[in-house]
């Protein structure tokens, strides 16, 4: 039955993707035939956004790869059946693509893990399953396939599942994870084809004066991933002074001040760093789009304020185009290393950097560009990144965010009369 749960992660994946090049396409439309009407757009949007999360799908705010390590962790499985809920799923589809519109700086990868995580737990309650582990498993595993079926990289799914989901590798590494991640792949493969995400690459990055380029992306992606990841640690306990109390006080206000400063700074871009950067990091790739160093910059700016605005959304495709952003401008200084591989380095230091997942940024970028030559050196600079990201950030972010959650959410559900025992 399992493999029927995972069949229907890589149908609603195909589907989520589908909405999300819609929504994406439809702020094209938008932006490019009234720039400024997102001036209205965003801020509107992004408390319209709020506001009916809070009210239809409450527990889909933030990207979902926390809340799913964190039910990994959970024997309360009163507390796992509120938190990876069909319609908390449902929610973060609609949520999300209604955030692509608006131009908020998210992408439908994170999501995608509660997503297949919340649809593997209802089969696993449908079907009786009383055992902890085996429950977990089941969670595990679904996580693993949404986000395979999101990048169509089958290998990363079953690495992320490894290195980010799992702590104990009887779970990591079960025939039941694998099993689900293929068929949920499979059935990918087979609604949109065999694609690649960023299309293919035949770059190559010979050892020697071209491994230079290992070195600056490494230490570079490393420490600005790693400054990204303490920021929004630091913001998930609440903003500072004065913007914390104003958004405790006015949250929706707050939440169209966030939309405005994302119109803003898409306006300044030319509408770059609106939605997930996909577009911008395949012309990236591929050589035919040259930005400058304010793309990745303001790219980065605008992702910490789509997370202050607490709306549901992921950070996997835009860290991505702020990966590749950085590696198109440093290619210029890099003339013995290949453009396009400079882009890719980018691309993995500043992944790695974020989530610290050395394997897992390595074989993303791999999958996502159909290119084995450069296997070696990425794995060298995301371990660079790695180390200089963990020096910057001694906590990975995911693993943060979801002891924060998994504190908030136990504390939440302690009964008021323990309460007032403690007292």
């Known amino acids: 039955m399992y493999c029927t749960g995972a069949v229907l992660i890589g149908i609603i994946s195909v589907i989520f993707a589908h909405l999300g090049d819609w929504a994406a396409e439809l702020r094209y439309h938008v932006v490019s035939t009234n720039p400024r009407s997102m001036l209205v757009i965003a801020p509107l949007g992004l408390v319209a956004i709020s506001w009916l999360t809070r009210l239809l799908f409450n527990g889909a705010q933030g990207s979902g790869i926390p809340q799913t390590i964190a039910t990994l962790h959970m024997h309360n499985f009163v507390l796992v059946d509120r938190i990876l809920t069909l319609r908390i799923a449902l929610g973060k589809i609609l949520m999300t693509c209604f955030g692509l519109i608006c131009g908020a700086s998210i992408g439908r990868e994170g999501p995608s893990v509660q997503i297949g995580a919340s649809i593997m737990h209802a089969f696993s309650r449908a079907m009786g399953q009383h055992n902890d582990v085996t429950r977990h498993g089941m969670i595990l595993a679904g996580g693993a396939a949404g986000m395979a079926a999101a990048f169509n990289t089958p290998l990363a799914g079953v690495v992320f599942a490894i290195e980010e989901l799992a702590h104990s590798f009887e779970q990591k590494a079960s025939g039941r994870t694998l099993t689900v991640i293929i068929f949920s792949g499979i059935t990918a493969i087979a609604l949109l084809g065999n694609y690649t995400y960023f299309g293919r690459t035949n770059v190559f990055i010979p050892v020697g004066r071209a491994w230079l380029a290992v070195l600056v992306c490494g230490v570079s992606g490393g420490l600005a991933g790693g400054i990204f990841a303490r920021l929004v640690i630091r913001l998930s306990k609440g903003l500072p002074a004065f913007l914390g109390r104003f958004s405790g006080r006015f949250p929706l206000v707050f939440v169209a001040l966030c939309g405005l400063l994302l119109a803003l700074i898409g306006l300044a871009s030319d509408g770059a760093t609106y939605g997930t950067g996909y577009l911008q990091a395949r012309g990236i790739v591929d050589g035919s789009l040259h930005y400058p160093a304010s793309f990745f910059l303001l790219k980065y700016i605008s992702m910490l304020i ?52 050395p394997l897992t940024a390595t074989i993303i970028v791999m999958e996502i560009c159909d290119n084995q030559q450069v296997t070696l050196a990425l794995l060298a600079t995301a371990f660079l990144s790695f180390g200089v990201s963990r020096m910057v950030c001694p906590r990975p972010l995911y693993s943060a965010l979801a002891t924060g959650f998994l504190e908030k959410t136990e504390r939440m559900a302690r009964p008021a009369s323990h309460d007032r025992l403690e007292k």
């Open 306 to 357: 789509t997370f202050c605005s607490g709306i549901p959304g992921g950070m996997f495709a835009p860290s991505l185009a702020i990966g590749a952003g950085m590696g198109g401008w440093a290619e210029q200084f890099l003339p013995h290393t290949s453009p396009g591989g400079v882009v890719l380095l980018g691309m993995a230091a500043y992944f790695c950097g974020v989530a610290q997942s």
